[in-house]
């Protein structure tokens, strides 16, 4: 393993302060490599944790010539700082993978945080028809892309096991960081909050879980963390009667969300059961035991069979608000019960679902490619 070696991490989707990519892969990279981060959002360069982030300067609003222009900018940056190893975010720069492994002999690490293609079957803006084709289509092209890259980082099993027939193919989930424990002490709670983090899209169960809190016979409230990307959708969720029981508190960043979430109760993860959701490993869920509140979670298998194990919260029907409302009120009256799943789950996450833990497998990822 050379340790002077150079590594860069391109993004022309997320933000430069993405948890994921600069917070655990690109710190835990920069204490044994060089280690840029390239982004495209505008905001000029700068140094973050011995992480130089170079600003690509380029984001035009066209999704085709975003995918297009990004991958030829991308290029052009690649070449000038000649790394050792390129390692990638978005499956828009599939093309921008391809064009540095074929003209320059770079490793490339193909970064795979969903399952893009099963991704396609959430946009309502497509018809039936169209989603199918068009997630065959990346799917094909995903695999036939693959070919040229030397190491994925699969955020599941089943994200893996796409690139079975590849080398270099590691599960590297996306675990919280261990983080501000001292903090996070619940001492702002008071038994009547209950909160849901992320993105505000329907299949995130938004509204469901909006009515079930107006149902709820608790008292309590929802507070929601996070931004809507359809003014439409937002217009809707507002609009409804439960929307006076909720605190709405926008977009936070890191560090404010895990303030915010160490004031609440419960936690939500209560989203639909659509293909790409199913085998997910929503961060968000790990984040609400770390803080040691209990989770109320889609009825997954994958997600049942960890909340079984630690016992760590309840899983219920994730389109049934009587189910949801119910299994709020039954936790918010039992505070010994709260107590309990809490501090299991806060422990299972210090033993095992942590990235100080999984990030063991990004650098055997890196090994394997500089050894």
């Known amino acids: ?7 860069v991490h391109f993004t022309s989707v997320h933000q430069r302060d993405d948890v994921r990519i600069l917070k655990k892969e690109c710190r835990t990279l920069a204490g ?3 280690v840029t981060l390239v982004v495209a959002d505008g905001k000029g360069n700068e140094n973050k944790d011995g992480v130089e982030i170079e600003d690509a300067s380029l984001r035009p609003s066209n999704r085709f010539f975003r995918i297009l222009f990004s991958s030829i900018t991308m290029f052009s940056v690649a070449r000038r700082l000649k790394p050792d190893v390129v390692h990638f975010h978005d499956p828009e720069l599939m093309i921008f993978g391809i064009l540095i492994s074929v003209f320059t002999g770079i490793k490339v690490i193909y970064d795979v945080h969903e399952e893009y293609d099963k991704q396609i079957f959430t946009k309502p803006y497509l018809s039936g ?3 199918k084709v068009i997630s065959f289509l990346l799917r094909s092209f995903e695999i036939f892309a693959s070919l040229f890259f030397s190491g994925f980082s699969c955020a599941t099993e089943t994200i893996a096991e796409k690139f079975k027939k590849r080398k270099n193919v590691f599960v590297i989930r996306n675990y919280p960081v261990l983080e501000k424990l001292e903090e996070m002490n619940g001492e702002n709670r008071n038994g009547k909050k209950v909160i849901y983090t992320g993105g505000l899209f329907p299949e995130r169960g938004i509204l469901e879980a909006v009515r079930a809190i107006d149902r ?4 309590a409230r929802l507070v929601i963390c996070g931004k809507f990307s359809d003014p ?4 809707k969720v507002k609009s409804e009667p439960g929307f006076e029981k909720v605190d709405f508190k926008g977009w936070l960043n890191h560090d404010e969300l895990l303030k915010v979430v160490d004031a609440c109760d419960i936690g939500l993860v209560c989203l639909h059961p659509i293909p790409s959701y ?13 803080a040691g509140i209990p989770v109320i979670a889609s009825d997954f298998p994958v997600w049942k069979e960890i909340i079984t194990d630690v016992k760590c919260g309840v899983n219920v029907d994730p389109l049934n608000i009587e189910d949801i409302a119910n299994t709020i009120d039954e936790l918010l009256k039992n505070a010994d019960m709260r107590t309990m799943m809490g501090s299991n789950g806060r422990k299972a996450v210090m033993e ?7 990030s063991a497998r990004l650098i055997q990822l890196y090994n394997c490619l500089l050894s």
């Open 1 to 7: 393993m050379n340790p002077k070696a150079k590594i």
């Open 32 to 34: 044994l490599y060089d």
């Open 129 to 131: 028809f169209s989603k």
């Open 216 to 219: 709820s016979k608790s008292g």
């Open 232 to 235: 439409d959708f937002e217009k």
């Open 278 to 290: 199913k085998a997910a490993l929503p961060v968000k869920m790990f984040e609400y035991m770390q």
């Open 352 to 358: 095992k679902f942590n990235w100080q833990k999984e």
